[in-house]
């Protein structure tokens, strides 16, 4: 491997600064995240741990080879937006931004969840009288998503430097 592609260990608070600002809409945020090989691989481990935890759990389940697709649905997904992205930036010369957008982009995937679990926690208590309801966990859920999504585009915006309407495509494409 070239050694010029590789860093220090990739910092936690830097990340979750980075996360956080960009989270905000905080484009300086992006700067946070180093754009090495050793930034990328940090930010896919915690998937790549889901999935070889599910991996293992296979054959406890009822039906192993249902569980056996959502494992290989689930490792799609993880390399869906790095692999999506590098055609992209590749295609469109924004190449030499890729690692740090790729690196930002997974970690900041994270984002959505925090927030859905958050809000989820916080309108229970604010709106307990409807927080058993079906609609509400829905509704929050969609919220959630509905900003995974726009946070999805800025930061592809803001790591690859391109345009909404490039970035709305890269985001879609691995959606």
């Known amino acids: 491997m070239n050694s ?14 980075g996360m956080t600002l960009l989270a905000c809409g905080r484009a300086e945020g992006i700067q946070r995240f ?28 009822k039906q192993p080879v249902l569980g056996m697709v959502r494992v290989e649905l689930s490792f799609c997904t993880l390399l869906a937006l790095p692999v999506f992205s590098h055609f992209f930036a590749k295609k ?6 890729w690692l740090r957008y790729a690196t930002a982009a997974i970690w900041c995937e994270w984002v959505t969840v925090f927030v859905s679990v958050a ?13 058993g ?14 900003y995974g999504l726009w946070l999805g585009t800025f930061v592809a915006k803001v790591g690859l430097r391109i ?11 691995t959606f």
Do not use: H
Request: net charge negative; charged share 15%; proline share 5%.
């Open 4 to 17: 010029g592609l590789r860093s220090d260990t990739p910092n936690p608070k830097s990340i979750v600064e």
């Open 133 to 146: 309801n079906t609609e509400f966990g829905t509704a929050v859920v969609l919220t959630s998503d509905v």
């Open 119 to 131: 809000a989820l926690a916080m309108g229970s208590v604010m709106f307990s009288s409807i927080a």
């Open 92 to 97: 469109w010369g924004r190449e030499e931004f």
């Open 34 to 61: 180093g754009g090495k090989v050793d930034n990328l691989l940090a930010a896919l481990a915690p998937g790549l741990a889901m999935c070889i935890v599910g991996l293992l759990t296979v054959a406890l389940q």
């Open 163 to 173: 345009s909404w309407p490039k970035a709305i495509l890269l985001y879609g494409s």
